[in-house]
């Protein structure tokens, strides 16, 4: 009930021109996500001005996406995925197309949202901070397991994929309104880096040899995952770009120039 309240009056104010709400941390933002559609995917944005956490399942049975059907192993939401402002995520296997998709959202990044059974609270920043010792223990190990799971992965995706295979030719660049997109048509996954010459507001921190560093972003993309940002992509610009198989850091730079580890 209070989330319901809470969630009708930042429409509200949304609508009489306030915009975000200042320290909007631990509140709704289920209002924030668009869910778009595609040939083979659907999409989730972040329509607004702050980062938030997407929680989300679906009622597909398509081939693949078993991991992420609402009600799996008796758990209602199956991913989670933090959004930058004007972030929009594509992925075939936990979003896929003509399906159901069932989702919420709060204000924050990962692990803002607590989700029970089919709802879900926000947590707030006073409750972050009041956390006893024993469990800021308990959050640091988590941190340290999670960091040597996501190392193995790395070194996995490295042994799976071609030594020192270049990507590139995977990599395809779309137009959008506001932003451009990055899409990953290969079936491994790539990091991907890139810069770009525009001269909008807001996007110098990915222009092209800013600080005397080339290749400005990296990121990360599944087999056929697209991701989108209106500032590191913006439309209408020129984008540089290289790839390789694997995971993070599987690419290094050079200059203008780069290799795959």
Same mark, same amino acid.
């Given at each position: ?12 104010? $949304?609508?009489?021109?306030? %915009? ?13 996500? +668009?869910? %778009?559609? *595609? ?7 972040? &329509? ?14 398509? /081939?693949? &996406?078993?991991?992420? #059907? ?12 933090? $959004? ?7 992925? @075939?296997?936990?979003?896929? &197309?003509?399906?159901?998709? !069932? ?27 009041? #956390? ?8 640091? !190990? ?5 960091? /040597? ?5 790395? @070194? ?5 994929? &071609? ?8 990599? +395809?660049?779309?137009?959008? +309104? #506001?932003?451009?997109? $990055?899409?990953?048509?290969? %079936?491994?996954?790539?990091?991907? =880096? ?10 110098? /921190?990915?222009?092209? =040899? /800013?600080? *005397?560093?080339?290749? @400005?972003?990296?990121?990360? $993309? ?17 984008? !540089?770009?290289?790839?390789?198989? *694997? ?15």
């Amino acid at each position: 009930m209070i989330r319901t309240a809470m969630a009708v009056i930042a429409s509200l104010l $949304l609508l009489l021109g306030f %915009g975000d709400i200042p320290d909007a941390y631990g509140q709704d933002a289920a209002r924030c996500v +668009s869910v %778009g559609g *595609g040939s083979r995917s659907q999409t989730l944005r972040n &329509s607004c001005s702050k980062k938030i956490e997407v929680v989300w399942c679906h009622n597909s049975t398509k /081939r693949g &996406s078993g991991r992420s #059907r609402c009600g799996r192993k008796g758990k209602h939401y199956q991913q989670h995925r933090s $959004l930058e402002p004007g972030e929009r995520y594509e992925n @075939q296997y936990s979003l896929p &197309s003509g399906a159901r998709i !069932s989702y919420g959202a709060c204000y924050g990044g990962y692990y803002s949202t607590k989700v029970q059974g089919r709802s879900y609270t926000c947590k707030t920043a006073r409750s972050k901070s009041k #956390r006893s010792d024993s469990y800021r223990k308990r959050d640091d !190990s988590y941190r340290k397991r999670e960091t /040597r799971t996501d190392r193995n992965r790395r @070194q996995n995706d490295r042994r799976r994929a &071609s030594r020192g295979g270049d990507a590139k030719s995977c990599v +395809s660049i779309g137009g959008g +309104s #506001r932003s451009q997109t $990055l899409r990953n048509t290969c %079936g491994k996954k790539i990091e991907v =880096v890139w810069c770009h010459n525009s001269g909008k507001r807001g996007s110098s /921190r990915s222009r092209c =040899v /800013r600080e *005397g560093k080339y290749y @400005q972003q990296h990121r990360t $993309l599944e087999a056929g995952e697209r991701y989108e940002n209106q500032y590191s992509l913006p439309s209408g610009a020129r984008i !540089s770009y290289g790839a390789c198989y *694997g995971g993070y850091y599987s690419t290094k730079v050079r200059g203008r120039s780069y290799s795959c580890k």
